[in-house]
């Protein structure tokens, strides 16, 4: 149990275009989803928590109006990079929180590989 | 001063041998320690998951959380080249919707 889609899982697109990736979760009901950049040989750093229902609560030095989070139900949240531009070239994962048990944890995504040109 | 230091490595060990992976943390509030397994180009699995100090066991797993030393350890015995990837530690405060911090990872190589 406790499995987390992303969908696409690579994504090369033009600069100037944005992006839409998506994020599942397939046998659980996640009310908090949370996106996830990480560069290459760097940890994960917490873009933004998103709960269903309401708006997404974005980390300090995060561009809300460029990277838009939508939470429409229990099982799906998309990320949305508007006007991708090289450097916004990065795997972006996203999780969910909840699952089997209790446990207070987050079931991660496959990430998604974005390269923009 | 990070919340969480790991040390990136890269740790190379032999097939069989015992691995230690380590983190420290300075927040006394966190209460749920993690270890996630990442290979490359992959999200983050989810190995180890311990509430407050003390032992969990899983198969080859063991992970120890001593809260007084805000040290947390990760041991993986005989190892296996399948083991060969980043490791991950990670921590939150308790309970509720709270942020959870990431080490840095340390990447492991298990040579056959």
């Known amino acids: 149990g406790a499995v987390v889609s992303q969908h696409p899982s690579w994504v090369i697109c033009k600069s100037g275009t944005s992006v839409k990736i998506e994020c599942r979760s397939l046998d659980f009901q996640a009310t908090t989803m949370f996106w996830y950049r990480q560069f290459p040989k760097q940890s994960l750093m917490l873009m933004a928590t998103?709960?269903?229902?309401?708006?997404?609560?974005?980390e300090q030095g995060v561009e809300k109006d460029k990277f838009l989070i939508n939470h429409a139900s229990l099982t799906l949240s998309t990320l949305t990079v508007t006007s991708a531009h090289p450097e916004d070239s990065s795997f972006y994962i996203c999780s969910a929180r909840g699952g089997v048990g209790s446990t207070d944890t987050q079931y991660f995504g496959p990430g998604t590989r974005l390269t923009v040109l | 001063q990070k919340e969480v230091e790991q040390d990136p490595g890269p740790l190379s060990v032999p097939e069989g041998a015992i691995v230690s992976l380590n983190c420290t943390y300075s927040n006394s509030a966190f209460q749920y320690f993690m270890w996630y397994r990442q290979y490359s180009r992959k999200g983050p699995e989810l190995l180890m998951y311990?509430?407050?100090?003390g032992n969990k066991e899983d198969g080859r797993f063991t992970a120890q959380v001593d809260k007084s030393s805000k040290y947390i350890s990760l041991f993986i015995r005989d190892s296996q080249p399948s083991d060969s990837a980043t490791y991950l530690c990670a921590m939150s405060p308790s309970g509720g919707y709270q942020k959870v911090t990431f080490g840095t990872g340390t990447k492991l190589q298990v040579i056959p």
């Open positions: 311990t509430y407050s100090s």
């Open positions: 998103s709960n269903e229902g309401s708006k997404a609560t974005y």
